[in-house]
């Protein structure tokens, strides 16, 4: 996992480059009283962005039919160091199809456990080799940091001696060691940049976040960024309801015209039984990035609405929901989350475990601080993944879903108390820690920033009211 760690960092940063300078193709287009509508036309080349990598990556690491079982078996003419595929630009110019002819690199595919040694071994070289382009060469050391997943090419010379090396670090980044005459390898380091185009979709709840934001055709990872970019706002397991509208403008990067990857998401809304929440995407002038309502104020609150994995939740369960449970029976001072045993739970807020422990009522439980007033707790866990004592940020996954104590069935039962006193989170946002609100002295470029979000979510809102009005419309004639 480190690989993709690594590879993500770098394509942060070349986002960051490639929206300075990348034409931003706008593909909305609702169809005129159409139902609400995924954009299809994304949904459809839409596959995970892991799979869009590893197309992309496969299709590097085809060997080249030209290549030789073992280039080693080459009778080497004397004087040949030099790179081969050197064609004379007469030849170039009248090639049939005018690719010169590519030089024959072997490739590998780095697998888990691998290591230099082994890589070259598997292509015909040995542990002299690794160690002339990694050690003895000033830029080498790079070719050390090798992941899963990642494509290490040879390059023979025609004495079938190591010409070269290509390390395929992502389909963004390739860095290329070239022998040279003094034996020793230097580097180049290749850099593309993905072109971003914006794209969009628009989805309605029928059963759940999850099973809409599938059928607008939004990854896996894109849904888990709208849950947490909505998280301090919207309780994904309680609150959604059948009808509930969702639109999201987000980014997408291609290579070569197909696409590599999902980008960030620009502006999203998400109306809720008839309250619309919105987000921006905004930078600040500190260079911060974060997600803010139309207001400049942060969508990141203290504390999460509900303080479990939605995703893992079926939309059975959502359907069959149990709503917030305030029972009149027995002191029942909590919500309780029907969930899947083994669902994540996630630290509410910011904070330090002051109890991690088992009782018989209680069964696995935690509690924890957050600040002099907020204590929330979590109950009937399955596994415990804090101790007492701990530090925990909001989101850190604190233990599991399960059914221990004095549960019937695997839920979550979550309290929230303020001052020691048990309240429902859900209706003291009043006493609740003030989100972040941008600066006025931000607020010029913070409008700036977001006015083509805002009329693209509202030509997207406007056209979700149109198609309901045709529906309605078209019911009316019935
Ligand atoms: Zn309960």
Redesign the pocket.
Known sequence: MAGAQQALGHHKHFVAVAILTAGVAITAGLAPGGSVKANREAALETDSAEQAVERILSATAAPSPATPASSNDITPPLDSVSLPAEAPPEELAAAEPPVPPAPDWKEETVRAGDNLSLIFKRAGYDNGDVHQVVYASPQGKALSRIYPGQTVAFLAASDGSLAGVKHVISPLETVTYQRGDDGLYSAERVIRQPEIRESWASGEITSSLFMAGQDMGLSQMKILELANIFGGVIDFVLDPRKGDTIHVVYEEHYLDGEKYRDGDIIAASFTNQGETFTAYRYQDSDGDVSYYNADGVSMRKAFLMAPVDFTRISSNFNMKRLHP?Y?TTRP?R???YAAPTGTPVFAAGDGRVIKAGYSRPNGNYVFIQHGDRYVTKY??LHKKHVKQGQRVAQSDVIGTVGSTGA?TGP?L??EFLVDGVHRNPRTIHKELPKAKTLPSSEMAAFQQSIAPAAQQLASLQSGNRLALNQASADAGQR
């Open positions: 449970i029972k029942h909590g919500t309780d109950l009937h549960a839920h039962h979550y």
